[in-house]
C-alpha cells in the first residue's frame, strides 16, 4: 500500500531502481547502500542493515542520510548500511527477505503490515529492551499500547499521523460561520449554508483509494465500534451481526456518507476520490473542510494565497470524539545472527530527542517534541483520541472497507445492508488468515 503522507514523495533515480531490481530474487538484497565509516570500523563492529522509504533527493531525505551518517561515524562498534526502497516496493520485498531467511535488522514501515508481520512471526519482542530505556516515559501511551500485541511490544513508533479537522476560516466566514462544526449534525446542517452562500462545498472525503479505509475506521470509531475484536481465544471477530446495536451503529455511519451527498455537503465527485484529489482540491481552496494529516502544510508553498486562511480543529464526531492516527512503525527483525543489541542502540536514535526534533518535528512520537506551530501542536493535542487498525492482516479487509463504500456511495445500497456485508467480509478475511475466533 503506497503511503498517503505526501512529504515523501519516493521518487527514485533510475539508478537506485535498477540496482534494487538488480538485488531482487537473490540471498543478497543489499544492492543499494551506503556505509558511511566501513573502513573505519574494528573486527569486532556489528553491521545493521536499515532499509528506508526517505526521498534522497528532499531535504527531509538529506537531513536523515546526514544524521544517519553521524551517528554511523560516532560508533566504532556499528557500522550502519542503509538502503533506501520506495514503500510501493518495500513490502512485497520484506516479504520475500522472510521467507529466505534474510530480514534487514531494522526496517520503516507501514502501519497496516503490522499484523501481517507479526503473523509471520519476524518481529523482535522489544519489551524489554523499551522498559529499560529511561526515555520510556517520553512517547504517548495509546501509542505503545497499540504496537503492543499479547503484552509484547514488537515495533516501534517512527513518527504519527494524526489527523485533523483543516478548514478555511475565510470560506466559513462567508457563509456566516464564526468556527467549524463540532459534529456530524452541525457538518450537515452547515453544508447547503455553504453551498448558497459561497458558491463551495463545505467538505471533502477520500470515497476510494486507501486514504478511503482510515477514514471510514474514524467515524466508526466515532460511534465507539471496532473492526475486529480481540475476543477470550486471542483471536479476532467482528461482532456487528452478533450486536443489534453494533449493527445499527454502523449502519448510521454508512448513512452519514449518504447524507454528505444528499445535502450536498461534498461534492458529487468525492465518492470517487481519492487522496491526492482529496488533498489538492482542498489545497486549491475549492472545498472548506477536510479530516487530513499535518502534511498539508508543504501545499502553502505552491498555494500561499489559498492556503493562508487554514486553520486546524477536533474533526466532528457523532458519539464520541475520535480520529485516525497513521503510527507508521519501527520493524525490529530476526535475523540468522542476532544483532539486537547493536539494533536498539541504532533504534534510540532514531527515536531520540534529536532525530525527532530534526526529522518529525510536526509528526514525533514523543512528547517532549512538539512544534509551536498549529502543524504541530494543534495535530498532537488530538493524539489521546488517536484510533489505529486492528493488529490483524488488513489486505482484504481494507479492501472490503473501499467496497463497502462504494456499495454505500455509488450503488446506494441500504446502510444496514452495507453494514452487514462489510461485517461478514471482515470476518471472511479473517478466517482466510487463520485469525477468526470461534467464540
Request: hydrophobic content about 40%; glycine content about 6%.
Amino acid at each position: 500500500m503506497l503511503k498517503s503522507k505526501n512529504k515523501l514523495s519516493f521518487v527514485l533515480a533510475t539508478v537506485m531502481v535498477l540496482a534494487l531490481l538488480a538485488g531482487c530474487g537473490s540471498n543478497d538484497t543489499k544492492g543499494n547502500v551506503t556505509s558511511s565509516n566501513a573502513n573505519k570500523k574494528s573486527d569486532k563492529v556489528v553491521t545493521i542493515d536499515f532499509w528506508s522509504a526517505l526521498d534522497p533527493s528532499s531535504e527531509e531525505g538529506r537531513t536523515i542520510t546526514k544524521l544517519v551518517k553521524e551517528f554511523d561515524e560516532s560508533r566504532d562498534d556499528i557500522d550502519v548500511k542503509l538502503q533506501v526502497i520506495s514503500y510501493d516496493i518495500m513490502h512485497d520485498k520484506l516479504v520475500a527477505a522472510f521467507n529466505a531467511g534474510d530480514a534487514p535488522d531494522i526496517s520503516w514501515g507501514l502501519a497496516e503490515w503490522f499484523g501481517e508481520f507479526n503473523k509471520f512471526d519476524t518481529l523482535l519482542d522489544l519489551t524489554d529492551y523499551f522498559n529499560s530505556w529511561e526515555e520510556k516515559d517520553k512517547f504517548y501511551g495509546n501509542v505503545i499500547d497499540s504496537l503492543t500485541i499479547d503484552g509484547k511490544l514488537k515495533a516501534l513508533p517512527n513518527y504519527l499521523g494524526i489527523r485533523a479537522l483543516l478548514y478555511h476560516e475565510d470560506t466559513l466566514k462567508k457563509a456566516g460561520y464564526d468556527a467549524p462544526p463540532a459534529t456530524w449534525d452541525e457538518l450537515l446542517a452547515m453544508g447547503p449554508v455553504i453551498k448558497e452562500k459561497t458558491g463551495q462545498e463545505a467538505y471533502g472525503i477520500a470515497g476510494a483509494g486507501v486514504r478511503s479505509p482510515q477514514e471510514l475506521i474514524m467515524y466508526l470509531a466515532q460511534k465507539d465500534l471496532v473492526l475486529a475484536e480481540l475476543m477470550s481465544d486471542g483471536k479476532y471477530k467482528n461482532t456487528w451481526q452478533d450486536n443489534p446495536d453494533q449493527l445499527t451503529k454502523a449502519a448510521e455511519v454508512f448513512q452519514f456518507y449518504q447524507d454528505l451527498l444528499s445535502t450536498g455537503t461534498i461534492k458529487s465527485d468525492a465518492k470517487t476520490w481519492g487522496w491526492e484529489e482529496e488533498d489538492q482540491n482542498f489545497a486549491l481552496d475549492q472545498y472548506a473542510m477536510v479530516v487530513d494529516g499535518s502534511w498539508i502544510e508543504t501545499y502553502g508553498a505552491e498555494h500561499p494565497d489559498e492556503m493562508a486562511d487554514v486553520k486546524i480543529a477536533a474533526p466532528p464526531y457523532s458519539d464520541k470524539a475520535a480520529t485516525f492516527m497513521e503510527i507508521a512503525p519501527l520493524y525490529m527483525y530476526k535475523t540468522k545472527i542476532d544483532k539486537t543489541d547493536a539494533t536498539w542502540e541504532f533504534a534510540k536514535f532514531l527515536l531520540g530527542a534529536e532525530y525527532q526534533s530534526a526529522v518529525n518535528l510536526n509528526e514525533a512520537p514523543r512528547t517532549d517534541v512538539v512544534s509551536d506551530s498549529q502543524w504541530g501542536k494543534d495535530f498532537t493535542a488530538l493524539a489521546d483520541s488517536g484510533v489505529v487498525f486492528p493488529s490483524v492482516s488488513l489486505g482484504s479487509i481494507t479492501t472490503a472497507m473501499q467496497d463497502a463504500l462504494a456499495k454505500g456511495m455509488l450503488k446506494n445500497d441500504k446502510p444496514e445492508d452495507v453494514a452487514k456485508w462489510l461485517s461478514q467480509a471482515i470476518n471472511d478475511s479473517l478466517k482466510k488468515t487463520d485469525e477468526l475466533s470461534a467464540d
